[in-house]
């Protein structure tokens, strides 16, 4: 059988919470924090490059997202050289594409570049992404992102043009972030490949690019394979 359990009374009482010599004040907060809190503003406003001029934001061609576009192809393929990977074409060529979207600054200026404006321009926690791609699905994504205008870089001593390519290999060896190789801004078509997700942030390989460089000079080389 079941119990069943009913309310037959209760009772109210109100307790008044009243503030003491012992309480723990807005100021004692703050000086707590003080130290962490000038240990990170330090950290923010350290220096990871020189921008040689301003980066500029817009499509096609713009060079802040050329700039975040090498510095993607350029990790890619470090890190896949000390990778042993099985059941992955590793040796197909490399093509690195960066959604416009997921760039929130619309200008690097000239001067130093901190870690700061780096969190600014890339905020979210987009992690750099290798996908399998064969050719004819390759194929409809590049046409879609000539239109678009999107950031890309990719191995220029291989890949020539889309006829060169579709005649030359069956498979394309895609670096994109984890937001696109999931589907997002409607690449779809991208989510049932085979993909390995590297866990490097994509402001952590803007980072590591940028301290390799220590200057960089701003292209707006328009970026287009046909």
């Not at 004819?136 to 990719?154: A, D, R």
């Amino acid at each position: 059988c079941t119990q069943r359990l009913s309310l037959v009374g209760s009772e109210q009482e109100n307790i008044q919470i009243q503030s003491s010599a012992d309480s723990i004040s807005p100021s004692s907060t703050a000086a707590f924090i003080k130290p962490y809190r000038q240990k990170l503003l330090d950290s923010l406003s350290s220096t990871m490059a020189i921008a040689d001029d301003n980066f500029i934001k817009k499509r096609p061609g713009g060079s802040l997202g050329n700039l975040i576009s090498d510095a993607m192809h350029w990790q890619a393929k470090d890190l896949l050289s000390r990778m042993r990977l099985a059941d992955f074409n590793v040796s197909a060529p490399m093509f690195s594409i960066m959604n416009y979207g997921g760039i929130r600054q619309t200008e690097i200026s000239k001067g130093p570049i901190t870690l700061n404006k780096i969190y600014e321009t890339l905020p979210f926690e987009n992690t750099l992404v290798y996908i399998e791609c064969p050719i004819n699905i390759f194929k409809k994504m590049i046409l879609g992102i000539n239109e678009e205008g999107w950031p890309v870089q990719w191995d220029r001593e291989r890949m020539t043009s889309l006829e060169q390519i579709e005649r030359e290999y069956k498979t394309i060896l895609l670096v994109t972030n984890n937001y696109i190789s999931n589907g997002g801004d409607q690449c779809d078509f991208l989510i049932p490949l085979k993909k390995i997700d590297s866990g490097l942030l994509l402001r952590d390989v803007l980072v590591a690019y940028l301290k390799k460089e220590g200057h960089v000079q701003p292209s707006n080389e328009i970026r287009i394979l046909k």
